[in-house]
């Protein structure tokens, strides 16, 4: 009898080891490639492919289950979330799909997956097991966002109190009569920012809310494609796609390497009512200045009014960022914790200089603020410097997730890559 009641003991240990290993690379979990899938990482850490899903991946999800939720930009076989399943060695097969519209935002939290198209916020009710129980069904929280051919996407996401941050990036570069036009000025007042250019505030659980309904929580944001809520002080952090074309535009102000030098991309923390300032002015991450953007008189010199919103940390121009993660698990060393991960998706615009990017930076926090310089983290995603420079990269690293074992899965919206880098201890 002893015997007997043994056996289930033994085999519930043996689960609950392989689930622990399965999250603990130290333990036996996954390993990294040999080559690291070609990243340079810090000493310590490794990277392994999870996937390759061939489409251009945007945000994702992961479950503590092993099951991976990703948004794409475009639909693939008519879905737009792709489902996978990990593996014990962290490898994962797609297992489905569903949600027949493109998109970036995608969010879990409180039983239920968020996910976003360029027009709408939906979410789906999850299971016990985190799966979805209704595909093909979900009910619609936010419609008739504003959609133009430029800055579309809706990233999301939600702070503790049962509200939902959606970004409405502006179909503009800088609010000009002729958008992107020679020595054209800036629209007065910018009618635009009614309807975009910020993050606007919704309930989580309301049902069809528009404008109407939701608040415009921040404005003077022209996109804003990573996001998150800091837990540590409890507020909304964005990263702000700076303007362009600053020499196309203004040839007698800026050239060609001021242009691909300016504006800084900027890590804003955002507070009720706060204002960036676009497209009145632009961060000078060299002068450590707010300028008064040229289509509403500046001349690279006259700073702006102080009654816009100041940057928290200002990054190199035109990179990029569309992903941003703040770290609070366990497995990477001290150092990382609370800090934040972004993701800079790469440059196009800044030529004849050489385009900069296609890596994930690391940026320290202390008690919610942030504290020292900020790093690169994950590099080579383009494959070479060279390719880099020219713009031709392999990948363009996009989403950023955090594992239940403290793991970081990073996407890939140009070959559908996705990343997992995973710290071993020593």
């Given at each position: 009898?002893?015997?007997?009641?043994?056996?289930?003991?033994?085999?519930?240990?043996?689960?609950?080891?392989?689930?622990?290993?399965?999250?603990?690379?130290?333990?036996?979990?996954?390993?990294?490639?040999?080559?690291?899938?070609?990243?340079?990482?810090?000493?310590?850490?490794?990277?392994?492919?999870?996937?390759?899903?061939?489409?251009?991946?945007?945000?994702?999800?992961?479950?503590?289950?092993?099951?991976?939720?990703?948004?794409?930009?475009?639909?693939?076989?008519?879905?737009?979330?792709?489902?996978?399943?990990?593996?014990?060695?962290?490898?994962?097969?797609?297992?489905?799909?569903?949600?027949?519209?493109?998109?970036?935002?995608?969010?879990?939290?409180?039983?239920?997956?968020?996910?976003?198209?360029?027009?709408?916020?939906?979410?789906?009710?999850?299971?016990?097991?985190?799966?979805?129980?209704?595909?093909?069904?979900?009910?619609?929280?936010?419609?008739?966002?504003?959609?133009?051919?430029?800055?579309?996407?809706?990233?999301?996401?939600?702070?503790?109190?049962?509200?939902?941050?959606?970004?409405?990036?502006?179909?503009?570069?800088?609010?000009?009569?002729?958008?992107?036009?020679?020595?054209?000025?800036?629209?007065?007042?910018?009618?635009?920012?009614?309807?975009?250019?910020?993050?606007?505030?919704?309930k989580k659980d309301k049902l069809n809310q528009s404008y109407s309904e939701g608040v415009r929580y921040a404005t003077g944001l022209r996109n804003v494609v990573g996001l998150d809520w800091n837990q540590q002080n409890n507020q909304l952090y964005v990263m702000q796609h700076g303007r362009d074309n600053l020499n196309s535009a203004w040839p007698e102000l800026y050239n060609t390497k001021e242009s691909a030098e300016l504006p800084a991309e900027c890590l804003y923390a955002l507070k009720k009512g706060d204002n960036a300032g676009w497209p009145f002015m632009y961060y000078d991450g060299i002068q450590g200045k707010k300028i008064v953007a040229p289509e509403y008189g500046g001349n690279k010199k006259k700073e702006a009014d102080p009654k816009y919103l100041d940057p928290v940390v200002a990054f190199p121009a035109h990179m990029a960022p569309n992903g941003l993660l703040f770290y609070t698990g366990k497995m990477f060393p001290?150092?990382?914790?609370?800090?934040?991960?972004?993701?800079?998706?790469?440059?196009?615009?800044?030529?004849?200089?050489?385009?900069?990017?296609?890596?994930?930076?690391?940026q320290p926090f202390k008690d919610g603020k942030p504290s020292g310089e900020w790093e690169i983290f994950a590099d080579n995603f383009a494959g070479t410097p060279e390719k880099a420079a020219m713009n031709k990269a392999d990948h363009r690293p996009c989403g950023l997730a955090q594992g239940a074992d403290g793991s970081l899965y990073v996407t890939d919206d140009s070959k559908g890559t996705i990343y997992r880098i995973v710290y071993s201890k020593k």
């Open positions: 009898m002893k015997k007997i009641l043994l056996i289930p003991i033994l085999l519930s240990a043996l689960a609950f080891f392989t689930l622990f290993a399965f999250r603990d690379s130290s333990l036996g979990g996954p390993k990294p490639d040999a080559d690291n899938v070609g990243l340079k990482l810090p000493e310590g850490f490794g990277a392994l492919k999870v996937a390759d899903i061939g489409a251009k991946a945007r945000h994702l999800v992961v479950t503590p289950q092993g099951i991976i939720y990703v948004k794409l930009a475009r639909v693939k076989e008519e879905k737009g979330i792709i489902v996978l399943k990990e593996n014990s060695e962290g490898k994962a097969q797609v297992t489905g799909g569903f949600g027949n519209y493109g998109g970036t935002g995608i969010y879990m939290k409180d039983g239920y997956l968020y996910a976003s198209s360029n027009k709408e916020v939906f979410r789906y009710k999850l299971n016990e097991k985190n799966e979805v129980i209704d595909p093909n069904n979900p009910e619609t929280i936010v419609k008739g966002l504003k959609m133009g051919r430029q800055h579309e996407t809706k990233s999301l996401v939600m702070d503790n109190d049962g509200n939902i941050y959606v970004n409405i990036g502006v179909p503009s570069n800088s609010c000009q009569e002729q958008d992107r036009g020679l020595r054209s000025p800036g629209i007065p007042g910018c009618p635009l920012l009614d309807s975009a250019a910020g993050i606007w505030q919704f001290e150092k990382y914790r609370n800090g934040a991960f972004i993701a800079f998706h790469g440059s196009w615009n800044r030529a004849p200089e050489p385009q900069k990017g296609f890596f994930v930076a690391f």
